[in-house]
Nanobody
Framework: QVQLVESGGGLAQPGGSLRLSCAAS????????AGWWRQAPGKPREMVAS?????DTIYADSAKGRFAISRDKNTVHLQMDSLKPEDTGVYYC?????????WGQGTQVTVSS
């Protein structure tokens, strides 16, 4: 069973930056599609950024130009710059490995002055 461990959340001021990381607990063989999702209070979970097995990336409109997703072996990162209060929420990473979904436990990001 693959476990995903997230890190890097916390409190940031508007305009600040945070870097989230999501590491798989074991080596993964095969093609991986990965992504970061956000759930704000009272709202459904939404995709923020994804990266395909070939390195292709997709961003939510709210993240374009500010966030960057990257992957290094079995770790996926989300660099978040120019943070806004509306970026606040619990961030979850997701790995799709051969059609099977794995989720991290979530990490809180709060953007506030």
């Amino acid at each position: 069973q693959v476990q995903l461990v997230e890190s890097g959340g916390g409190l940031a001021q508007p305009g600040g930056s945070l870097r989230l990381s999501c590491a798989a607990s074991q080596g993964i063989v095969g093609r991986i599609n990965a992504g970061w999702w956000r759930q704000a209070p009272g709202k459904p979970r939404e995709m923020v950024a994804s990266i395909g097995a070939g390195g292709d990336t997709i961003y939510a409109d709210s993240a374009k130009g500010r966030f960057a997703i990257s992957r290094d072996k079995n770790t996926v990162h989300l660099q978040m710059d120019s943070l806004k209060p509306e970026d606040t929420g619990v961030y979850y990473c997701n790995f799709d490995i051969g059609g099977y979904d794995f989720w991290g436990q979530g990490t809180q990001v709060t953007v506030s002055s």
